[in-house]
């Protein structure tokens, strides 16, 4: 049987509150490093950006911000559609096997309304232990 394989999250940013938003910077989100480093986002990864205060979703790559500033910034054609003060949520995913994607673990990064880490866990997204969400396949 071929190996089948999952795109799952794996780590996000959850309730960044946005500094500022620039229609006529080139393309993409400029977000703190220190904020990067702890999701373990590089400059240049594909992230997905839900803004909680609208519900705009984009894709775009990420900057990499002054470090400790608090930055999140929308750039570009971001700026369209996420606005300063908003608050989103920042997501990278990754590929993994099916086997290995069964109780995977993304790192959830928590901030204030500073864009200052008060906790970061990594734990599996949800309540997914408790509701045993995995479906049985049938071949």
């Known amino acids: 049987m071929q190996e089948r394989f999952r795109t799952?999250?794996?780590s996000k940013i959850h309730r960044a509150r946005v500094t500022d938003a620039n229609v006529d910077y080139e393309g993409s989100l400029t977000v703190d490093s220190v904020l990067l480093k702890?999701?373990?986002i590089y400059p240049g990864e594909l992230v997905s950006v839900v803004d909680v205060t609208n519900a705009?979703?984009?894709e775009t790559y990420v900057i990499a911000g002054e470090?400790?500033?608090g930055v999140v910034c929308a750039n570009g054609a971001a700026?369209?559609?996420i606005f300063k003060n908003d608050y989103v949520i920042i997501m990278s995913h990754t590929i993994v096997s099916e086997e290995k994607a069964k109780g995977f673990k993304a790192i959830h990064v928590y901030v204030d309304g500073n864009n200052k880490i008060t906790r970061r866990e990594v734990k599996i997204p949800g309540n997914y232990e408790k509701q045993n969400a995995y479906p049985v396949r049938k071949e």
């Open 8 to 10: 799952m999250l794996k």
């Open 38 to 40: 702890a999701a373990d």
């Open 56 to 58: 705009a979703r984009l």
């Open 67 to 69: 470090p400790g500033s």
């Open 79 to 81: 700026a369209h559609l």
